[in-house]
């Protein structure tokens, strides 16, 4: 894919595919199908089902935060993962995934401690990092993982 050639972008409301030129990313494109705003500025709520549309079919890359409402340090981390989301899109799409509601899936990332962010590129996992991290340090890291 080139520099001008249409991105995939999968709808946080509806889940479908949008095709998006790079030229529209930054001027708030919205879903051909549900005509919400492709992106929010918040972290999307992934299940096992929008979990894998999003990572296999986006070309924008995918940063998961995995967690559980139980993890004290992953309620610390939500603002700043938050706030990073409002500085990263529309280049990056930050998720959260909730290990407890879908172990197979923590399972099979094999997350071992939360939080733990996991950048996908292209449904490839191409970076992690653990520990909970302040909004500079996850603005940073994921720029780092993403240009990689």
């Given at each position: 894919m080139n520099d001008t050639s249409p991105q995939h972008?999968?709808?946080?409301?509806?889940?479908?595919t949008n095709r998006v030129r790079p030229e529209q990313l930054a001027s708030a494109p919205d879903c051909g199908k549900c005509h919400q705003p492709l992106f929010t500025g918040t972290p999307l709520a992934l299940d096992a089902e929008s979990f894998e549309r999003h990572a296999q079919r986006s070309h924008i890359p995918l940063v998961?935060?995995?967690?559980?409402?139980?993890?004290?340090?992953?309620?610390t981390m939500a603002p700043a993962f938050a706030q990073a989301?409002?500085?990263l899109e529309p280049l990056v799409r930050l998720a959260k995934l909730d290990?407890?509601?879908h172990q197979a899936l923590a399972a099979r990332y094999q997350i071992?401690?939360?939080?733990?962010?996991?950048?996908?590129k292209n449904g490839q996992e191409t970076a992690r990092i653990s520990g909970a991290l302040g909004a500079a340090d996850i603005a940073r890291?994921?720029?780092t993982a993403t240009t990689q």
């Amino acid at each position: 894919m080139n520099d001008t050639s249409p991105q995939h972008i999968v709808c946080p409301h509806c889940h479908t595919t949008n095709r998006v030129r790079p030229e529209q990313l930054a001027s708030a494109p919205d879903c051909g199908k549900c005509h919400q705003p492709l992106f929010t500025g918040t972290p999307l709520a992934l299940d096992a089902e929008s979990f894998e549309r999003h990572a296999q079919r986006s070309h924008i890359p995918l940063v998961v935060d995995f967690w559980a409402p139980w993890c004290g340090p992953c309620r610390t981390m939500a603002p700043a993962f938050a706030q990073a989301a409002r500085e990263l899109e529309p280049l990056v799409r930050l998720a959260k995934l909730d290990t407890e509601a879908h172990q197979a899936l923590a399972a099979r990332y094999q997350i071992r401690s939360i939080p733990t962010m996991i950048v996908f590129k292209n449904g490839q996992e191409t970076a992690r990092i653990s520990g909970a991290l302040g909004a500079a340090d996850i603005a940073r890291w994921v720029r780092t993982a993403t240009t990689q």
